[in-house]
C-alpha cells in the first residue's frame, strides 16, 4: 500500500523560512506518474489548496503564497517539496501533502500532516 509521509514542519518566526518534505512510499509506487500537491488547514478554518505539481513539472499556486513558496519534486526519491520563505502568521497550519494517481481524476491519497507555526 502506497503511503505519504510529511516532514519538516515547526515554529518559525515570522519572515523565516522552512522545507517541508513529503515521502512516498509502498508496494507498486510510480511516483513518476503522479500529480503532486499541497494543501493546509488552520484550526477551525476549512483545508486549503497551497500548490500543486504535475507529472510534466507545471506548477501552480494559491493567491496567498504566490512569490513565497515552491513546490518542487525528486522522483528519484519519491519525494515533493514545498519551500516555504516570507512566512507569515496567517501561514499557520497543518499542511498536507497529496497524491493524484493515475487515472489521475483528483487527489486520493493524503499524508497525515505537519504542524507549521509563524510566530510574530
Known amino acids: 500500500q502506497v503511503q505519504l509521509v510529511e516532514s519538516g514542519g515547526g515554529l518559525v518566526q515570522a519572515g523565516g523560512s522552512l522545507r517541508l518534505s513529503c515521502a512516498a512510499s509502498?508496494?507498486?509506487?510510480?511516483?513518476?506518474?503522479?500529480?503532486m500537491g499541497w494543501y493546509r488547514q488552520a484550526l477551525g478554518k476549512q483545508r486549503e489548496f497551497v500548490a500543486a505539481?504535475?507529472?510534466?513539472?507545471?506548477?501552480a499556486y494559491a493567491d496567498s503564497v504566490k512569490g513565497r513558496f515552491t513546490i518542487s519534486r525528486d522522483n528519484a526519491k519519491n519525494t515533493v517539496y514545498l519551500e516555504m520563505t516570507s512566512l507569515k502568521p496567517e501561514d499557520t497550519a497543518v499542511y498536507y501533502c497529496?497524491?493524484?494517481?493515475?487515472?489521475?481524476?483528483?487527489?486520493?491519497?493524503w499524508g497525515q500532516g505537519t504542524q507549521v507555526t509563524v510566530s510574530s
Open positions: 505539481l504535475t507529472r510534466g513539472g507545471t506548477t
Open positions: 509502498g508496494k507498486l509506487l510510480n511516483f513518476n506518474a503522479m500529480a
Open positions: 497529496a497524491a493524484d494517481r493515475p487515472p489521475l481524476v483528483g487527489y486520493d491519497l
